[in-house]
């Protein structure tokens, strides 16, 4: 394998995009806030955008993405989510505010090569960088990989399954944890989609008649509808972890 920053390679820019066009569900790219600031992000913190290349082929096997801000280390300090983590970095660079903290906005893996632990190499290789870029906390809002499975299990009852072995039950979570990420909270708000009826059928090859709500694929809750509207819309939870960094840092001025 091959891990390279699109600071040391611009060319992977389009390596990024085409690993969250088959990571993810349509519905997830319709992220308005993301679809506005993604590429400024990715410009501006491009030593934290890495891509894994199979060595041998030379395609694309994942990627992780992060972006800094700022945050006083408390949980009233949080972010909201997702969104609001990329407008407070947007808002903190063009204010020259201190950025003290790496957030982890996404691992993608190519579903060729799932199962093959990139996800904890990723994110191991992300936690490094925050190590050795001068920030002093490094953060996600983790997206539970089980929780689509449980739309209907609240995210703080669904946070405290566990293992057999005592572990936690979704897999995703059970990575962070491995690698030394505490739980702090539960974000309620991360990420908000909204679209037209026909914007949300053609996303999720559904037909939405007159329910007022309806699971879609990949779903963590029910997506809202309101039909008298023309409107429909999914409220993602996530949930923040902590990485503690083991060297001593300093917060970055841009």
């Known amino acids: ?13 389009e390596a990024i995009h085409d690993l969250h066009q088959v ?8 992220d308005k806030i993301g679809n506005r600031y993604w590429d400024f992000l990715l410009q501006h913190f491009s030593q934290h955008q890495i891509v894994v290349t199979n060595e041998e082929t030379g395609e694309p096997m994942a990627t992780g993405n992060s972006l800094l801000l700022h945050w006083d280390g408390t949980l009233e300090d949080l972010p909201e989510g997702w969104d609001d983590a990329i407008l407070r970095s947007y808002e903190a660079i063009q204010k020259g505010h201190v950025l003290n903290t790496i957030c982890a906005l996404a691992v993608v893996i190519n579903p060729k090569f799932r199962r093959l632990g990139l996800s904890e190499r990723v ?4 936690k490094k960088k925050a190590e050795v870029h001068g920030v002093e906390r490094f953060i996600v809002p983790v997206r539970p990989s089980k929780k689509a499975q449980h739309p209907y299990v609240s995210m703080e009852d669904y946070i405290h ?3 057999e072995k005592g572990e936690p039950y979704d897999p995703w979570l059970k990575v962070h944890c491995k690698i030394g990420g505490k739980i702090l909270t539960i974000c309620h708000q991360s990420m908000y989609i909204d679209g037209t009826i026909e914007e949300w059928e053609q996303w999720t090859n559904l037909k939405l008649t007159q329910q007022t709500e309806c699971l ?3 779903g963590l809750v029910p997506l ?6 023309d409107y429909a819309y999914y409220v993602e939870p996530n949930v923040w972890v902590e990485h503690p ?3 001593s840092q300093k ?3 841009v």
């Open 216 to 218: 879609i694929p990949t």
């Open 161 to 163: 399954w566990k293992t």
């Open 245 to 247: 960094l083991t060297l």
């Open 251 to 253: 917060a970055i001025k």
């Open 1 to 13: 394998m091959i891990i390279k920053s699109l600071a040391e390679d611009a060319q992977l820019r």
């Open 224 to 229: 809202k509808i309101e039909h008298e509207h």
């Open 123 to 126: 994110l191991s290789e992300m």
């Open 23 to 30: 990571g993810w569900e349509t519905f997830m790219r319709r």
